[in-house]
Nanobody
Framework: QVQLVESGGGLVQAGGSLRLSCAAS????????MGWFRQAPGKEREFVAA????????HYADSVKGRFTISRDNGKNTVYLQMNSLKPEDTAVYYC???????????????WGQGTQVTVSS
């Protein structure tokens, strides 16, 4: 399995931006579709965004469409989540995930990172 380490979380005011990064190691990164999930206090973990191994295909949750952008750099073994126009309801722990296909990473990822906290103040 691939090992994943997230970074880039923090505290930001509503309307602001953050970019999360997820560094992968252990297996060939370009073989994996990648995704981001989040879990707010008292809520279940939910899908946020996913990207195919090539980067050509992306999927987003309706709640983040038009505000968040997922991208990847296979040369750096890293996937990113650019988050703009942040809202207090985006506050959550954000997790990076991997799967062998985009349909897998959006539903039942095979690898998870440890998570990074994002807090959006009103």
């Amino acid at each position: 399995q691939v090992q994943l380490v997230e970074s880039g979380g923090g505290l930001v005011q509503a309307g602001g931006s953050l970019r999360l990064s997820c560094a992968a190691s252990g297996r060939t990164f370009s073989n994996y579709a990648m995704g981001w999930f989040r879990q707010a206090p008292g809520k279940e973990r939910e899908f946020v965004a996913a990207i195919s191994w090539s980067g050509y295909t992306t999927h987003y949750a309706d709640s983040v469409k038009g505000r968040f952008t997922i991208s990847r750099d296979n040369g750096k073994n890293t996937v990113y989540l650019q988050m703009n126009s942040l809202k207090p309801e985006d506050t959550a722990v954000y997790y990076c995930a991997a799967g062998d296909r985009i349909v897998v990473v959006t539903t039942t990822p095979t690898s998870w990172g440890q998570g990074t906290q994002v807090t959006v103040s009103s």
